[in-house]
Structures are given as structure tokens and as C-alpha cells.
């Protein structure tokens, strides 16, 4: 190593040093992308550092070989070996840490670590050789100029377009936010990563220039820049076409793409032309008009210019032109929001819509520098979550003695906690501070948290008189339960291989609604050998056995879950529910009705609820036959054709049967049929319902009321819900959302 100096010491400690550092960091202690990335990151640094401070040994090492190709290829070679070497340690380190922390995809960790830090290396080693060449004085600063320069591109592209991901030539590649899981090796980012060594080939050949010198006065020297030309022409194509090829697609571009727009009164609408979105978009028009009268009533601001909404067909199209697959963003500098077409009244709009109607609450940024404000108020807005409203969540988060305190959840410290936790928690605490002290004052707190000069009172002396608000507040033990089962979640950097788990679980789920239950049981299989401690993943294991009508496997699985101490009351719920099924496949009716009606005293959910509560019913059906009918209904993976045609035979046989009129409309309203649906739910509403069943059919027919813009029918019916004893706040709340909204629509379509 004597063609090495002090230099490459220096930086084999800091590197091996910052290894070692992450293999004591949940989520970079694997060898897979974070870990990657951030080697990637200072090998580009180290490799064009020492390469700049070695140059001249290296070249004397191969003065021998005089043609000015075969002395700055063998010198290129010559350090990008020695710089490799800064690799070995590191990778040696991560290989050693899965002994203690088991590794989840080897073969795409390595992958990922020759595409990113291999790949910045070979980039470092060929700028820093063109740099040394063409300045003798100060080139490691031009070099870190140069990068300085083009990161301030991309996040001028980050900022100014919708995309949220970014690749460049020293960390690779930056894939958006945090709640998107999946980071699997796409043709986009091979794409990438081939730019950067043909940047690297450019570099290449302007060394051997800045070296030859030739003069432009004959045609072998004009020959010798041809290949730079060629380089420069090839990567010229690609920056072109960025936007086409998914490295950098722009604000223009992806509306282009979309193809569709609409404009109303307040927003600018841009989705794909001719998808489900375009069918939907007077609906999803109106409810976007009817979110930003609430906010702007709320905020109480009269904003001058109209908002930009994208809606995307699918959370795949919404990853390759922006970046964030299921995860929904303000458009921070596009006065905008992204977000994926999904079942009305959209579930997210509403809390993204606050934020971009908050973004000029701040002098210079469109978003708070306290974490905690900036999410706080969308959710304060917002406001439904549930059965329960976010004061009494939190309640419940402080009785389970999982709550994160306000002071951590203010900074970064928020995307550290799972975001079920910080989110719902600095909404309660937000919601508080405007209830108890008005809107004005916490306009003023949210630029920059100065708590005191907004209240006179800094954080902790609100934190106080918040607890004291929260410990007034008394819940059930069927609340605490269900918090149990939503908020005892890890967050990404809590979770074992999240990125692995996470795409295991995607194409495990894919196949399982593709009734592939085969291939879905083999990825269950991979994920719990992954995630062993995690009773959630058995769930699906389950679900497949039962669909293929494996019984006893099902079974077996199910009594794991009930007794995994791991288990939340949601898992044992629905174990519960498999094995009462099971009892009815084997005409075991009564042990069935018996797991049946433990599942129902577990009030797990409202959905598991009404599920049961019909199965209930339909076993105490006399008629063997029709009994047999309702299991297919109820218990079996049936089309939804074969389930209308089984439902029309029962209900020609028992005409004034309940449960059945309202099954046909329940489906009916999910078919979108919502004229046809409220006939057989009027029908079911007249006749005898369990109780879930009998609330959930006065919700559909409030809902088809208002798609029919019958708002007066759904009022009366969202009304009477609101009559029945013990409804849960979080569903009130709700509720009186559906009348806001039916009275909004119905000012709005009124002749003026």
C-alpha cells in the first residue's frame, strides 16, 4: 500500500466507524437499502478525496505505458482498486451483524451495494481523477462544489415539482417518504445508476484529454474527442427524456400524463383521462368544494387562489410520477395536494387539504418548523378517526402507557414514533390549544413553536393544563381494548425488515385476492420466518388454509393466534371467527353459534360485528336449505353473482326475512346501484335487524340518500342514528359530517 498516503487511513476509520454506527441503528443494521445509501454517500466523498491526493503517485506507477489512453486507464483502475478496498470493512461488518441481527434479502442487499456505494466509488474515483487533471490547486473543493451544485438541482426539483424521490450520483437514490415501505431495486433506479457511470465515462474521457491536450488542428486529434462526444449525446438523450423515463418527471409533465382536468370554484383537478376518476369526478368535485368551505369556516381564512389537486387512479401510477405510492402529500410550492382515488368521501382529503390551506400561516415556508403543529392541525381539522375522537385516543394511549410525550413528537422525534401515535396525539394536543385559546393565537405559535410569545406560557405548563383536560375524560374498557389493537404498532424503524416484510406482504395479499392461495401461504410462510414475534402475519397463513379449504390447518393457526401473547383482541376476533366457521362447514351449528357469540362479546370492531350478528341469524334459520344458502353467502369466497342469485332464492322464500334484504342492498350500494339499493334497505329498515346490522342500514341508506341527492332522506336517517343510545363519539362525529354535508350540498344545488 505505498501508493497510499495518511488519507486513506483517515477515511478507512471514518467509514468503518460509520459502519459500525448503523449496525447499532434499527432499519440501517442490514445489509439492504438505508445502509447503502449512506456508504454510498461518503465513498463518493472518500474515493474522489484520496484519488485527488494520490494522483501523481498513481501516475508515475504507470508512466511506462506512453499512450495517453493506456496511462489514465491503467491509473483509473489502479485507484478505484484501492478505493474498493475502503468497502471490504464495512461489508464485512454487515455481514458479521446478522449473527445478531438476522438479515432479511441478501441477494438484494448485495445488489443494493453494488448499485450504490460500488457505483459512487467507480463515480469518485473518475471525477477525482478529471478534476486533479484540469485544476493542480483546490480541485477536492471543486469537486465538492460540483455535487454541492447539482444536490441543490434536485432539491430545487423536489421542491418546485410534485415528485418527492430523487437520484443522484453520490447516495444514489432517495425514495420519498418514510411510510412508503417499499424500496425494491426498480428499472428506474438500474437507470440511475447507469447515468452515473456514464457520468463516470464522461469523466473518464475528459481525463484523458485534460491529460493528452490535443490540439484542434488535425483530424486525429478531432478523432480522439469522439467518444466524449458520443458519452455527452447519450447522457444529453437521457436528461431529456427525464421526465418520460421516471427519473425526473415535472409539474408538466405528470399533468400532461393525466391527461384530465376540471376546475371549479376553489380547485384546479388534474387526474388520468378516461380511468374511474373521470366517471366519479362531479362527486369528488363537490366534495373537495365542501372540504375547503369547512376548513377555510375553521381556520377562518379567505385564501386568494385556487388549489391544485391531483388524483391518481392507483397508488402504482401515483409511485412513478411522484414518487408516493400509498402515502397522500401537501404539493408544498404548488399550493397542492397529491392523492389516491379511493372510496367516497375520500378518507385523507380533508387532512391534506388543511395543510395547504395552512402553508401560508408562515412567513417564509409553506409548513411549520414543529412537526408536531404541522401534522397537529390537519388532524385537529379533521377530526375523525374512528369510533373514538383523537382526545379520547390519547386518553387511551396515556391509560396503555403508550403515549408519546409532546415534547418529542414537536421535532423529528415525530416520524420516530409510529405515526398512529404522533399524529393522533399532536392533534389532540393542537385541538386543545384552539378550543381553550382560539385560532389566532395558535396561528401565531404555528411558524415556528414560540409557545411563549403566542400564549405567554411555554410548552410544559400547556402540557399540563392539557393532561389535566385529558384525565377527565373516562373511557370504557371496550375503548381501551380496541386502542390497544390501533395503536400497539411499531414504527419503521422499530420493525425487523420492514422493506422486505413490507413487499413480501404486498405480494402476499396480491395473490391472496387474485384467490391464488397457494402462493400466497408461501409468502406468509417467508414473512413469518422473518418476522416470527409478529402473531399479524399468521392472520393471513389463516385466511389462505381456510380458502383452500384446509380445516385443520386453518384451525390449528387460528388457536396460535388466540394464545400468541402478542395477540390483540382484533387477531383473536377473527381466529375466533375462523374456528365458528369452521363448526358450521362441519354442521356442528351449536358449538358454532357458541364461538359465534364469543367473538360478538369481544366488540372487536363494528365490521366483525355486523358479520357475526348475520351469521347469527342465519343459523338460526330453520330451513336447512336456506341455512345452507346463507353459509355459502356468509362463510364462503362466492362470486358476487352467485351471492345475489343465492340471496334472491332465500328471499323467494322468505320474503319478510331481514337479513336478506338487507345483505342484497348492502351490495347493491357497493355495486354503486344506489337507487336500487335504498329499495331493499327501506325494506330491511321496516323488518327485524340485529343491532350493528340495523345502524349500518340506516348509515347505507342516509349515504345512498345523498348519492340520489334525496339530502333530506339521508339527513333524516344519519339523524336517527344519531338517536341510539351508547353510539360511540368517534361515530357521531361522523355522522354529523354526513348531515354537514347533505345540508352543503343542498344550499349549493338550491336555485339562486
Known amino acids: 500500500m505505498k501508493t497510499v498516503n495518511l488519507y486513506y487511513w483517515v477515511w478507512l476509520v471514518l467509514i468503518a466507524k460509520t459502519a459500525l454506527i448503523m449496525a447499532m441503528i434499527p432499519l440501517f443494521n442490514l445489509l439492504a437499502f438505508e445502509f447503502c445509501a449512506v456508504l454510498a454517500f461518503f465513498i463518493s466523498i472518500a474515493s474522489a478525496h484520496i484519488t485527488i491526493n494520490n494522483l501523481q503517485k498513481y501516475l508515475g506507477k504507470t508512466k511506462a505505458s506512453k499512450p495517453p489512453y493506456q496511462v489514465i486507464s491503467k491509473t483509473f483502475w489502479l485507484s478505484l482498486t484501492i478505493n474498493l478496498t475502503l468497502l471490504i470493512l464495512p461489508f464485512l461488518i454487515i455481514i458479521l451483524n446478522a449473527f445478531r441481527v438476522p438479515n432479511c434479502n441478501f441477494t438484494e442487499g448485495f445488489l443494493f451495494f453494488l448499485l450504490l456505494p460500488v457505483t459512487?466509488?467507480?463515480?469518485?474515483?473518475?471525477?477525482?481523477?478529471?478534476?486533479?487533471?484540469?485544476?493542480?490547486?483546490?480541485?477536492?473543493?471543486?469537486?465538492?462544489?460540483?455535487?454541492?451544485?447539482?444536490?441543490?438541482?434536485?432539491?430545487?426539483?423536489?421542491?418546485?415539482?410534485?415528485?418527492?424521490?430523487?437520484?443522484?450520483?453520490?447516495f444514489g437514490?432517495?425514495?420519498?417518504?418514510?411510510?412508503?415501505?417499499?424500496?425494491?431495486?426498480?428499472?428506474?433506479?438500474l437507470l440511475a445508476r447507469s447515468t452515473t457511470l456514464l457520468i463516470s465515462a464522461i469523466f473518464f474521457q475528459l481525463s484523458q484529454l485534460f491529460y493528452q491536450k490535443p490540439r484542434i488542428n488535425s483530424l486525429n486529434s478531432l478523432v480522439s474527442f469522439i467518444p466524449l462526444v458520443i458519452l455527452i449525446l447519450g447522457f444529453s438523450s437521457i436528461w431529456l427524456y427525464k421526465s418520460e423515463l421516471g427519473l425526473r418527471p415535472t409539474r408538466?409533465?405528470?399533468?400532461?400524463?393525466?391527461?384530465?382536468?376540471?376546475?371549479?370554484?376553489?380547485?384546479?383537478?388534474?387526474?388520468?383521462?378516461?380511468?374511474?376518476?373521470?366517471?366519479?369526478?362531479?362527486?369528488?368535485?363537490?366534495?373537495?368544494?365542501?372540504?375547503?368551505?369547512?376548513?377555510?369556516?375553521?381556520?377562518?381564512?379567505?385564501?386568494?387562489?385556487?388549489?391544485?389537486?391531483?388524483?391518481?387512479?392507483?397508488?402504482?401510477?401515483?409511485?412513478?410520477?411522484?414518487?408516493?405510492?400509498?402515502?397522500?402529500?401537501?404539493?408544498?410550492?404548488?399550493?397542492?395536494l397529491h392523492i389516491n382515488f379511493e372510496d367516497f368521501p375520500h378518507p385523507i382529503l380533508k387532512h391534506e387539504l388543511a395543510h395547504v390551506l395552512t402553508s401560508e400561516w408562515h412567513y417564509f415556508l409553506p409548513i411549520s418548523l414543529k412537526l408536531g403543529l404541522h401534522e397537529g392541525i390537519a388532524v385537529a381539522a379533521e377530526w375523525d378517526s374512528g369510533d373514538l375522537d383523537p382526545h379520547q385516543w390519547t386518553k387511551a394511549m396515556h391509560d396503555l402507557g403508550i403515549a408519546p410525550p409532546i415534547q418529542k413528537i414537536m421535532g423529528l422525534g415525530f416520524w420516530l414514533q409510529p405515526g398512529s401515535l404522533s399524529y393522533t396525539v399532536a392533534g389532540s394536543f393542537v385541538r386543545f390549544l384552539i378550543d381553550t385559546y382560539g385560532i389566532e393565537k395558535f396561528k401565531y405559535a404555528f411558524p415556528t413553536g414560540n409557545f411563549k410569545k403566542a400564549y405567554n406560557k411555554n410548552l410544559a405548563k400547556l402540557n399540563q393544563e392539557w393532561q389535566a383536560f385529558l384525565d377527565k375524560i373516562v373511557l370504557t374498557n371496550q375503548d381501551l381494548r380496541i386502542a390497544e389493537y390501533r395503536f400497539k404498532r411499531p414504527s419503521i424503524f422499530q420493525t425487523h425488515c420492514a422493506h422486505e416484510v413490507a413487499n413480501l406482504s404486498t405480494k402476499a395479499w396480491t395473490a391472496y385476492n387474485q384467490s391464488d392461495w397457494h402462493t400466497a401461504i408461501n409468502f406468509f410462510n417467508k414473512i413469518n420466518k422473518l418476522d416470527a414475534e409478529n402473531p399479524k402475519y399468521s392472520r393471513g397463513l389463516m385466511l389462505s388454509n381456510y380458502q383452500l379449504g384446509r380445516q385443520n390447518e386453518a384451525t390449528a393457526i387460528a388457536q396460535h393466534i388466540i394464545e400468541h401473547p402478542k395477540s390483540n383482541i382484533h387477531l383473536v376476533a377473527e381466529a375466533k371467527n375462523i374456528i365458528g366457521n369452521a363448526h358450521w362447514q362441519n354442521e356442528e351449528l351449536d358449538k358454532a353459534k357458541s364461538i359465534f357469540q364469543e367473538v360478538l362479546s369481544?366488540?372487536?370492531?363494528?365490521?366483525?360485528?355486523?358479520?357475526?350478528?348475520?351469521?347469527?341469524?342465519?343459523?338460526?334459520?330453520?330451513?336447512?336449505?336456506?341455512?345452507?344458502?346463507?353459509?355459502?353467502?356468509?362463510?364462503?369466497?362466492?362470486?358476487?353473482?352467485?351471492?345475489?342469485?343465492?340471496?334472491?332464492?332465500?328471499?323467494?322464500?322468505?320474503?319478510?326475512?331481514?337479513?336478506?334484504?338487507?345483505?342484497?342492498?348492502?351490495?347493491?350500494?357497493?355495486?354503486?346501484?344506489?337507487?336500487?339499493?335504498?329499495?331493499?334497505?327501506?325494506?330491511?329498515?321496516s323488518l327485524q335487524l340485529p343491532d350493528n346490522l340495523k345502524t349500518e342500514n340506516l348509515r347505507l341508506i342516509g349515504i345512498n340518500g345523498y348519492q340520489t341527492n334525496k339530502y333530506k332522506l339521508g339527513i333524516n336517517h344519519f339523524n336517527e342514528i344519531l338517536k341510539i343510545d351508547n353510539i360511540p363519539k368517534g361515530k357521531r362525529g361522523q355522522m354529523k359530517e354526513w348531515i354537514e354535508r347533505c345540508e352543503w350540498n343542498f344550499r349549493k344545488k338550491q336555485p339562486s
Do not use: W
Open 120 to 170: 459512487s466509488c467507480i463515480y469518485g474515483t473518475s471525477a477525482g481523477i478529471c478534476f486533479k487533471l484540469r485544476l493542480k490547486h483546490h480541485a477536492f473543493l471543486a469537486y465538492l462544489g460540483y455535487n454541492f451544485a447539482t444536490l441543490l438541482l434536485l432539491l430545487h426539483n423536489i421542491a418546485f415539482d410534485p415528485p418527492v424521490f430523487g437520484f443522484h450520483s453520490t
Open 173 to 189: 437514490y432517495f425514495p420519498g417518504p418514510i411510510y412508503d415501505t417499499q424500496i425494491p431495486i426498480t428499472p428506474t433506479l
Open 252 to 336: 408538466g409533465f405528470i399533468e400532461k400524463k393525466l391527461g384530465g382536468f376540471h376546475q371549479t370554484e376553489n380547485f384546479l383537478l388534474f387526474f388520468e383521462k378516461g380511468s374511474v376518476v373521470e366517471n366519479e369526478i362531479e362527486n369528488i368535485a363537490a366534495d373537495h368544494e365542501f372540504r375547503y368551505d369547512q376548513l377555510t369556516k375553521y381556520f377562518q381564512i379567505k385564501p386568494d387562489k385556487k388549489v391544485r389537486s391531483y388524483i391518481y387512479t392507483s397508488p402504482k401510477q401515483k409511485k412513478q410520477l411522484m414518487g408516493a405510492k400509498h402515502t397522500s402529500l401537501q404539493d408544498i410550492t404548488g399550493y397542492g
Open 602 to 685: 369481544l366488540h372487536a370492531s363494528d365490521s366483525i360485528g355486523r358479520n357475526i350478528e348475520a351469521k347469527l341469524v342465519a343459523l338460526d334459520t330453520k330451513s336447512k336449505l336456506n341455512r345452507n344458502k346463507l353459509k355459502q353467502i356468509l362463510i364462503s369466497r362466492s362470486s358476487n353473482g352467485l351471492r345475489m342469485v343465492l340471496l334472491n332464492e332465500v328471499m323467494q322464500k322468505k320474503p319478510d326475512f331481514g337479513l336478506i334484504h338487507y345483505l342484497i342492498g348492502r351490495q347493491l350500494h357497493l355495486d354503486k346501484q344506489f337507487p336500487k339499493s335504498n329499495q331493499y334497505l327501506l325494506q330491511a329498515k
